[in-house]
């Protein structure tokens, strides 16, 4: 009988090596995972064959609820906004902080403090791409949604609504100033699936205002809206 347990004197405990090098090491060179944890989801809370849950310390937890379409969740349980969770990689040696997600559910990438539900930062090149293959016209879409209420209670947008904004900003004065944007804005009167709108241009030097604006109608309008 060949030996699959190997405790040492100082605790480790090996499963499929006679040399553990930490608290508990398996090895297995067949095609496969090295260790399956299953039964049930924390998460779900819900007794599952498919389901596991691993805890890492007593604030983080990797979780799978295999019932139904199935859901992997990475689980901080820190109860605060300040509570981060971080993906890491490394450069030439150097541990570089890929992507960042705050406990208030910001997310950055290239940054460990995002400002906004999506921040990314990089010294040098930076550039966000959207592509799209297919055998029909369509293209990528950068889609900006607006609406009144919550998102468990959706409502209709009002007269004078911003539906979604552009920014172009520069640093001068130890600060950023908003000295370009293009915007469009409600402006009438919102009746069944009609929404009058207007794109608005602004321009400046120290803040932007409006220069040049398209009516709904068509009509162009410049130094007057």
């Not at 969770?85 to 890929?98: K, L, N, P, S």
């Not at 001068?172 to 908003?178: F, L, P």
Request: net charge neutral; charged share 15%; aromatic share 4%.
């Amino acid at each position: 009988i060949s030996n699959t347990l190997f405790v040492q004197q100082k605790g480790n405990v090996g499963i499929g090596t006679t040399g553990p090098g930490r608290r508990l090491d398996v090895s297995d060179s067949t095609a496969q995972e090295q260790a399956r944890f299953s039964g049930y989801s924390v998460v779900a809370s819900r007794t599952n064959a498919d389901s596991g849950s691993i805890l890492l310390g007593d604030k983080g937890r990797i979780d799978a609820d295999g019932a139904g379409v199935g859901h992997l969740t990475f689980d901080n349980t820190v109860d605060a906004a300040t509570a981060i969770t971080q993906f890491r990689m490394r450069t030439a040696g150097t541990a570089v902080t890929a992507m960042t997600i705050l406990g208030s559910g910001n997310v950055g990438i290239g940054t460990t403090a995002p400002l906004g539900k999506f921040d990314v930062a990089a010294d040098g090149t930076v550039q966000v791409n959207i592509s799209r293959a297919s055998a029909d016209t369509s293209s990528g879409n950068l889609n900006f949604k607006k609406a009144r209420g919550t998102h468990a209670s959706l409502g209709n947008v009002v007269d004078g609504d911003t539906l979604g904004q552009l920014f172009f900003s520069g640093r001068a004065n130890s600060d950023y100033s908003d000295v370009v944007s293009i915007k469009a804005v409600v402006n009438g009167t919102v009746s069944g699936a009609s929404i009058p709108s207007d794109l608005v241009f602004s321009t400046g030097s120290t803040a932007a205002s409006e220069k040049m604006r398209i009516l709904s109608g068509g009509n162009v309008g410049i130094g007057t809206t």
